[in-house]
């Protein structure tokens, strides 16, 4: 099983410990997620371990998916990463991967559905498959298996089943995961990926030509400053979700709430061309960002 896989996610020739899977579990998401010190000292510490078995079991969704050979071994490899999914939840004792070996104990601590992690699958397996989208409710149909499940992965983790929290949470996510969409354009198209919504791009003019030739046009701009509009009343209207938690977790869910509006902001103030280089938040807003987190958090 896991044949063709990244070497680092290959199945183990004996099974870890919990103790030595949360290990392993550290090591790949501090390796992998510049921020991920940052984003976990903000988060309430008794949760930290938890958040790095779902990190991992999400960084190594991603790179079954894409990080291999073919489209068809990355849909095989995400067909047996969710037999040992459903493993993990129906036989924990049998579960061997130390991904799977960690994450056990973070949802049966933690009350963690299968369903997000089932959802984030799927929209994995789709990446494989579906490379354009009809519409903006089309991109958010992917986010509710794309992007929304990680929200409720935190919300579970946290303590929080709350429907209404899940339905805001879904929103940031959403907003967040079209921010990056917009952003990416030109990386998308290098990757055999349009993510901008085929009917926007019609009423606009925007031919694939034109994406691939990276030629900025007004029309473009203009379907661009809509887009991002659209995105940000998403943000603000799943605001409300810092409300409903805890002051510390608070913070955290509003750093990404920010940072995607940064995102927002880039795009904006480069004239809305993500065609002819990628929008980044700059160093300096990061710092902003994050000094006003330490200090929400010192204050909560």
Not at 61 to 80: F, H, N, Q, W
Not at 128 to 152: D, F, M
Not at 232 to 251: N, Y
Not at 269 to 277: I, K, P, V
């Amino acid at each position: 099983m896991l044949e063709g896989a990244p070497a680092q996610y290959l199945m183990p020739a004996v099974r870890l410990t919990v103790e030595e899977a949360r290990a392993w579990c550290h090591n790949l998401a501090t390796s992998h997620y510049e921020n991920f010190h940052v984003v976990t000292w903000l988060l309430p510490k008794e949760f930290k371990t938890d958040f790095e078995a779902l990190y991992s079991y999400c960084r190594a969704s991603d790179d079954l998916g894409d990080e291999v050979a073919t489209p068809e071994i990355g849909m095989r490899l995400l067909e047996e990463w969710g037999v040992l999914l459903r493993e993990c939840y129906e036989a924990p004792e049998q579960t061997k991967h130390p991904i799977f070996v960690a994450l056990t104990e973070t949802i049966r601590e933690r009350q963690i559905p299968m369903q997000p992690f089932l959802d984030l699958l799927a929209a994995f397996k789709a990446d494989q498959i579906k490379t354009r989208h009809a519409s903006i409710a089309e991109l958010e149909e992917y986010s509710v298996y794309s992007a929304n499940p990680v929200g409720r992965m935190i919300l579970h983790t946290c303590g929080y089943h709350d429907e209404v929290l899940n339905l805001l949470s879904d929103k940031i996510c959403t907003a967040l995961q079209l921010a990056n969409f917009w952003q990416d354009v030109g990386e998308d198209w290098d990757r055999g990926r349009v993510y901008l919504p085929q009917d926007w791009m019609a009423r606009f003019g925007i031919t694939e030509e034109q994406i691939a030739a990276r030629r900025i046009t007004p029309q473009f701009r203009e379907m661009m400053r809509g887009l991002v509009a659209e995105t940000r009343s998403m943000f603000t209207e799943g605001a409300a979700l810092e409300r409903g938690v805890e002051k510390q977790l608070a913070v955290t869910l509003r750093l990404f709430r920010r940072g995607g509006e940064s995102i927002l902001n880039a795009i904006e103030a480069q004239g809305y061309d993500t065609l002819t280089r990628r929008p980044v938040v700059t160093k300096a807003a990061k710092v902003k960002l994050l000094g006003r987190a330490f200090v929400e958090k010192m204050v909560a």
